[in-house]
T-cell receptor, first 112, second 112 residues
């Protein structure tokens, strides 16, 4: 079973910041928070990951709470091309553990 | 640097038949993971191959089998196809078993 819970769907106006929440209350100390997204009929695409510090890259920002039990993915200026299903995953980095356990994700719709 | 490729793009089979799906990993990657994604659900881990050996398996029956070649490309074989095997099959390659996974576009299998 997935170790994360996310809202089933969200919407956001184009040009505004999209904030996608994720709960991972049973996260272990050595597990990272990863975010992927899947645009319709394509394979999942890596967005960002972090352990406990906030992270930012060219796609998004990741805010992790101090207790690490939840996080928020922020798309600062959402565009129509950001419409996708967003998956929040917890995973041990660089271990022999092989699989990624996906939940059902959040379906984000960007409205013009 | 070429990304992960999969073939064929689409495939239609009938119940009881056998199917082989193919995946070419990203240059420099020695690990391939396979996932099944039913409509409206997140991807489910099938198994992973690392240096030509199976390295972890999800909750799938033995009629799902795989192979990895010396060039690290991989095949997924499914015998005795069932209607419920209709899904998008995704492969992902990585530079190590626990490393960041890069997904291909998937093969959509329809079983009639």
């Amino acid at each position: 079973d997935a170790k994360t819970t996310q809202p089933t769907s969200m919407d956001c106006a184009e040009g505004r910041a999209a904030n996608l929440p994720c709960n991972h209350s049973t996260i272990s100390g050595n597990e990272y928070v990863y975010w992927y997204r899947q645009i319709h009929s394509q394979g999942p695409q890596y967005i960002i990951h972090g352990l406990k510090n906030n992270e930012t890259n060219e796609m998004a920002s990741l805010i992790i709470t101090e207790d690490r039990k939840s996080s928020t993915l922020i798309l600062p200026h959402a565009t129509l091309r950001d419409t996708a299903v967003y998956y929040c995953i917890v995973r041990v980095e660089h271990s022999s553990a092989s699989k990624i356990i996906f939940g059902s994700g959040t379906r984000l719709s960007i409205r013009p | 640097e070429t990304g992960v490729t999969q073939s064929p793009t689409h495939l239609i089979k009938t119940r009881g038949q056998q199917v082989t799906l193919r995946c070419s990993s990203q240059s420099g990657h020695n690990t391939v993971s396979w996932y099944q994604q039913a409509l409206g659900q997140g991807p489910q881990f099938i198994f992973q191959y690392y240096r030509e050996e199976e390295n972890g398996r999800g909750n799938f029956p033995p009629r799902f089998s795989g192979l990895q070649f010396p060039n690290y490309s991989s095949e997924l074989n499914v015998n005795a196809l069932e209607l419920d095997d209709s899904a998008l099959y995704l492969c992902a390659s990585s530079s190590s078993p626990g490393g960041e996974q890069f997904f291909g576009p998937g093969t959509r299998l329809t079983v009639l």
